[in-house]
């Protein structure tokens, strides 16, 4: 009795270190060869450990039965998070369960950029393969107001110029959330702080004027001397005459080219044949021009004109202006 007690002692032992010795060497060894390369897995939410350990055995991330025994043992079976992981050669299981529990999911990216409008911005997020659609393609503002929950009378302006990481399947709605709510954070900080001025009275009223700064210049040194000159034309009580506002309220009429008759046109964003600011912003405004906003150069200039790389010639009087004018725009 007491020898077969022995010899099933020692074949237990036997088979007990076989197992712990296979054991380790399958959490230890990767089942993804540099020949297979990454592998993207996409776990749904819902799946039990079995629909889960499949779906990572048939894409030959692991192998199965090893891979529910370590589960098990690691007591993680109720720890997987769902989403999408992409695996890159040599990853162990050990690894591989360690993404799973933490949730370290593909990351994907979407940049709003400074001087889109909102319809711009929609079109990208339409067009991102790894964003869920939900919000309609032809709506008005005030429906996109109230599918996203914004209490804003327009969107144009209202999203921050960032770049935002979100995991795959993330809604339309909450990539546009949280880029307003972003956009909230900056500008209402950022408002207690400002220069004040009589002429930008409330934070809409910076986001409008700022949207114009932005579409005025890409050169970032200078943002606030353009600033500047419209806070002027504002105080003194002179039209901002500004190209952009009038091809914003051109909307789908724009073809690429401002023409005279386009100035004389009326529309409510036309800064030549209206005072004082337009209705609504007409971009996406940068913090950068938020700030040259809220903290404008004091300047005596009242006019600006492109000199042909980017940059601007300013001057305080009209005469000094048609000067300019003549030499940079007309080549006389």
Known sequence: MRRLLAITI???SLLFGWFWM???YAMNESSISNEMGSVVVNIEKGQNLNQIISTLDKKGVVDGPWFKWHVRFEGAANKIQAGEYEFSPGLTPVQILNFLVKGKVNQYAISIIEGQTFKEVLRDIREHPAIKKTLPEQASISQYLTLLNIPEKHLEGMLLPETYFFIKNTSDVDILRRAYRSMQVFVNSAWPKRDV???IPSVYDALILASIVEKETGAAHERKQIAGVF???LEIGMKLQTDPTVIYGMGDGYDGD???RDLRKDTPYNTYTRYGLPPTPIAMP??????AVLHPED???LYFVSNGDGTHIFSETLKQHNAAVNKYQRKQ
């Open 22 to 24: 296979m054991y380790n």
């Open 231 to 233: 806070i002027r034309r």
């Open 286 to 291: 940068s913090k950068a021009a938020i700030d």
């Open 258 to 260: 401002i023409r005279y």
């Open 10 to 12: 020692i074949v237990c």
């Open 197 to 199: 001025r009589t002429v």
């Open 299 to 301: 300047t005596k200039n």
